[in-house]
Each structure stands twice: as structure tokens, then as C-alpha cells.
């Protein structure tokens, strides 16, 4: 072996080597950037889809305050039992009212702080009797008319929000009605998203979270004073408020968004997991640079291969060798043009099915045109009808149509889904399909010719068995076995097309019959020849990709007597 030669070997795997560790350093922050990316995509939409129930939750109770207010026996009950038993009363209304609502409980505070009536009077942890005039949310509602104020129960020791609001009398505030909300059941509905929630308040202080353990912790740490003035207004209690455990940018494999709420200085944070997403970028990028130095490897291969191949050349000059090498190559040309000309075959096949497909879509998309129009005038009008009744304030008739409208755009999705289906390239699976399916879309996909052409069409109830074969392709077998039934019965003067579905033990066959003239006895079996039609504008190609199809599924199609008196076809196909 020459010293050039010896060289460019060692060379070429040095530079394969060199190129491909390049490729992975490139591809692979690209991945994990992209993988993050869509992480953070996700984890915010999550996030903002639990502020949203929170804030619906949190503006629910925001009512009951105002509510309560209208109450006669509130008032009498803050007043000091100016109408007897009135806090007896209360506490027997005010029971229930938290129960159905879902508040962990309601309570009034008379102008002295006492609390005169509650839901849990009747509970061993009863709020009646208790002074709370301490509490900040007593102070703030009574000095401001209404607040907001997160921290423990004095009593239950329990975290939560409390709505206050003032209720004034003749003479002057009577005192404050009071709501608490806990966050468990809100909690347990974050719970079903992957990752970590947490409610935090603007210092930072984790008010509700999906992890139990990181309950009254904060994201970054409190200053002196700040814990100072929290031990002073007894917010906390005794609670020491560590830092919590998934403090953002703390763990590289943890991504963490935030989005902000209706309470001023509230946030939602989400915590997820993101290495298995960087596991599988990872596996990503090793594949890629995989793929990259095979595809490098064969060509630099192929290179010195080449340049081996014409140093041998240049080498050998017998005629015997230059014969065999003549032969082999012609060998390999051979099998490739063999391997070639199958491919060929069976892309033309499917190219020739898919032809087929829109073609018969064409002649099908201005009835389709038809079908969507109608609903989309209605919608329009039910639009317009919603907007009078809704200046009327009629909003029952508001709903009534608005319902209307949305079943038509239901059933214009399931005509633009059907189109598209149809049109779709075939992935070429075979599987069981539902035959109900296969013929709902059929006939939405022909029903306007039909309807058109004035054709009575006896078609299939529900209920009928699942086959082997692929929807899409079985569909436009039927398709075409309709659309030549129709051109069939043009012009007469009583047309007809039957389906008919006849079960046996391992099969199920699709009749479609009509009462035109029949099929041309001249022509027989040959009309599944290409080229071989009885129609005088018709291309002879339908039938002969149909049959093809069938056999695909390892069914058949063939001529049958029609029931109606003119031409029948039967496609049986396997039952699943």
C-alpha cells in the first residue's frame, strides 16, 4: 500500500470523526434550547388556566359578603339581639350557606369585635364568643368597608383567606361579616397537572400548594423587619417560613413560570420536572449526530471506494478483469433498475389511488360547497337574532340560539373533516374500522350528488359490523362504486341506487345496485381492465383501482345480479 493511500485512510476517519463531534455541538443546545421552549409553553398555559379557576373560585366568594349583608337577621344579630333569637337564627342560615358553598366558614363580628353568630356555632371549635377585633381583617373592613386578608385561623390554626365586609347601621358600622376560604379543594384540582403549584403572595411567602411540604415557606428569604412586623400581626402564628425546596433557578432540571392574579402582589407559580424532556432532547441530538456520521461514514466511504476503485483501474488493465467488472456492474445496474422499476410501480399505484381520490373529490366539492353554505347563512342569521334578543335581554332565547348555532358548526367540521380525510394521502394501514363510520362518510361525501341527481337511495342502518381495511381507501371504493351508479340511473325516469350490507361468518359484502341498463355483456369482466369503460366521457380507470384496492385489504370486487334489474358490484372485505 502506497504512503498516499495509507495517509488518505487515516485521514478521512479523523475528519469523519472531527465533522460529526462538530454536528453534536451544535445540534444538541439546540434541542435542549427547543425543549425548554415548549416546556415553559406548556407550564404557562397550565398556569394560567389554574389562575383562571382560582380567581373564579376566589370572585364566587367575594359575592357571599355582599349578600349576607341584605340579611334582616344579620343586622339584628349585630345589633345586640334587638329582634329575639335573631343569632340563633343566623347561625342556623349560616350553616347550611357554608356547606353548599364550599366556605370553610362564615361568621359576624358586632362593633365591639365580638363574634355574635357563625356556620360552626354548633362545633366544638365554635367562633361565637370570640374576640377578634385584633384581627387585621376586622380593622381593615371596618375602617375601609371591605378586605382581604390571608392567614391562619386563631382558632383551627388553619391557613386561608378572609373576606370581611362592613355592614353598617343607623347609627354607624354594626359590625363585619366575615368569610373564610381555604384553598384545599382548589389544591387538589391543581394536583391532577404534573409538576408543582404554588399560590405566593408578594413577599415571596407560599400560601397553598399542591406539595403539602412546602406549605408557609417562601421562595427567597425574608428580611428581619419583614418577619418582624409577620410575628407582630400574628398573620403566621408560630410558623418559622423557611425557604422552600424548588426555589427557582435552584435546580437546572426544573423549570419554573409564574403569571399573576386578581389579589394585588398574588402570583401562581409552576415547578415542573424537565429532564426527561431534556432526556429525550438528548436522545434527539445523539440520534441526529447518529444519523450524521452514518450518512458521512458511507460517503466518505463511497469517496475511497472511488478513488480505490479507479487506482485499480489505472492498475489493471487485463481484459478479463475489465469483462467481469463490465458484468458485475451490468448485474448491479439490473437489480437496481428492478428495484427501481418495483418502487416505481407500487408509487405510481398509490399515486394513481390518490388521482382517483381527488378527482372524485373535485366532482363532489361544489355539493360540499352547498352543504357548508346553508349552515353558515344560518349561523349568521341566529347571530343576528341573538344580538335582538339579547339588547332585549332575553338571554334564555340568547342560549336557545346560540346552541343552534354551535350544532351547525358541528356539523361543518364534520363535512371539512370528512373532505380532508378523504383527500388525505392513504398511510396504507390496514386495521379494524368501523363500517358505520366508512359509510357516514361516504355519504357525506356523495349525498349532494345523490340529492342533486333526484336519486332514491336505500342506504344501511346503524349498527353494523367493524371490517379490516383502511377507512379512507375503503371509502373511495364506495365512492366510486356511487358516483358510477349515478351516472347510471341519469335520465331515467324513476332512479334508484341501492347499499345493501350482507354479513357471512368471516366476511362482510358491500352491495351497491342500481336500475340503470346494466353493464355492456360485450364487456363483461373487462371493465376492471384500464382503459375500459361503458360511459362514453369516462377514463375506464375507477373500477380497476378499486378492485385493487380490495386486494389490498385481501378482498375482492366483483359483477353481481343487481336486485334493481341494472349493474351490481360486490366488494366483500374481512370482518374484523
Not at 432526556?279 to 441526529?288: F, N, P
Not at 333526484?454 to 353494523?464: E, I, S, Y
Amino acid at each position: 500500500m502506497s504512503s498516499a493511500r495509507l495517509s488518505l485512510r487515516l485521514t478521512v476517519p479523523a475528519v469523519v470523526l472531527a465533522l460529526t463531534l462538530l454536528f453534536y455541538l451544535l445540534v444538541a443546545p439546540w434541542t435542549a434550547a427547543r425543549a425548554r421552549d415548549e416546556a415553559r409553553a406548556t407550564a404557562l398555559g397550565t398556569a394560567r388556566q389554574q389562575a383562571r379557576l382560582l380567581d373564579s373560585e376566589l370572585n364566587k366568594y367575594r359575592l357571599l359578603p355582599i349578600v349576607l349583608s341584605e340579611y334582616s337577621d344579620l343586622r339584628d344579630a349585630l345589633a345586640g339581639g334587638t329582634a329575639a333569637g335573631a343569632a340563633q337564627r343566623l347561625d342556623r342560615k349560616l350553616a347550611p350557606l357554608a356547606q353548599r358553598t364550599g366556605a370553610a366558614v362564615i361568621y359576624a363580628i358586632d362593633a365591639r369585635g365580638m363574634t355574635v353568630a357563625a356556620s360552626n356555632a354548633a362545633q366544638p371549635d365554635s367562633f361565637v364568643g370570640h374576640l377578634y377585633r385584633f384581627r387585621p381583617y376586622y380593622r381593615l373592613a371596618m375602617r375601609n368597608g371591605s378586605a382581604e386578608y390571608f392567614a391562619l385561623g386563631n382558632v383551627s390554626g388553619r391557613p386561608g383567606l378572609f373576606l370581611s365586609r362592613r355592614i353598617d347601621g343607623p347609627r354607624g358600622p354594626a359590625g363585619v361579616v366575615v368569610v373564610k376560604v381555604e384553598f384545599d379543594a382548589v389544591t387538589r384540582v391543581w394536583a391532577n397537572d404534573p409538576g408543582t403549584t404554588l399560590l405566593v403572595d408578594g413577599r415571596g411567602i407560599v400560601l397553598a400548594t399542591t406539595d403539602p411540604r412546602e406549605a408557609l415557606r417562601t421562595l427567597r428569604p425574608l428580611s428581619p423587619a419583614a418577619r418582624a412586623a409577620i410575628r407582630a400581626s400574628g398573620q403566621f402564628g408560630a410558623q418559622p417560613l423557611p425557604l422552600t425546596h424548588v426555589r427557582p433557578g435552584g435546580d437546572p432540571t426544573r423549570l419554573t413560570v409564574a403569571t399573576p392574579l386578581d389579589v394585588p402582589g398574588w402570583q401562581l407559580v409552576r415547578v415542573v420536572p424537565i429532564a426527561r424532556a431534556l432526556r429525550e432532547a438528548a436522545g434527539v441530538a445523539r440520534l441526529a449526530t447518529a444519523t450524521f456520521a452514518l450518512v458521512l461514514t458511507l460517503f466518505a466511504a463511497l469517496v475511497l471506494w472511488r478513488i480505490t476503485r479507479l487506482t485499480r483501474a489505472a492498475a489493471v488493465r487485463t481484459q478479463l478483469q475489465a469483462a467481469v467488472t463490465e458484468r458485475t456492474a451490468a448485474l448491479s445496474a439490473e437489480m437496481e433498475r428492478r428495484a427501481d422499476a418495483d418502487q416505481r410501480f407500487r408509487a405510481a399505484r398509490e399515486e394513481l389511488a390518490q388521482a382517483n381520490r381527488l378527482a372524485s373529490l373535485g366532482s363532489i366539492t361544489a355539493g360540499l360547497a352547498h352543504e357548508i353554505n346553508q349552515p353558515v347563512a344560518t349561523i349568521r342569521t341566529l347571530a343576528e337574532n341573538a344580538q335582538h334578543h339579547l339588547a332585549a335581554g332575553r338571554n334564555d332565547r340568547v342560549a336557545a340560539t346560540l346552541d343552534s348555532a354551535v350544532a351547525l358548526t358541528a356539523r361543518i367540521g364534520s363535512i371539512t373533516q370528512e373532505m380532508r380525510r378523504f383527500a388525505r394521502r392513504g398511510s396504507g394501514r390496514i386495521e379494524p374500522v368501523a363500517l358505520d363510520a366508512v359509510l357516514d362518510g361516504t355519504l357525506l361525501l356523495v349525498g349532494d350528488r345523490l340529492r342533486g341527481a333526484n336519486v332514491a337511495v336505500d342506504w344501511p342502518t346503524r349498527g353494523q359490523p367493524a371490517v379490516i381495511a383502511g377507512r379512507v381507501r375503503l371509502e373511495q371504493v364506495l365512492v366510486n362504486l356511487l358516483n358510477n351508479a349515478v351516472d347510471a340511473v341519469a335520465g331515467r325516469d324513476d332512479p334508484r341506487i341501492a347499499v345493501l350490507v350482507e354479513e357471512r361468518e368471516t366476511c362482510v359484502d358491500l352491495i351497491v345496485a342500481d336500475n340503470g341498463s346494466g353493464i355492456d355483456p360485450a364487456l363483461g369482466e373487462e371493465v376492471f381492465s384500464p382503459f375500459v369503460t361503458g360511459k362514453p366521457d369516462g377514463l375506464g380507470l375507477g373500477l380497476g383501482i378499486a378492485r385493487d384496492i380490495m386486494a389490498q385489504f385481501d378482498g375482492t370486487l366483483r359483477i353481481v345480479p343487481s336486485p334493481l334489474g341494472g349493474a351490481a358490484f360486490m366488494a366483500s372485505v374481512k370482518r374484523a
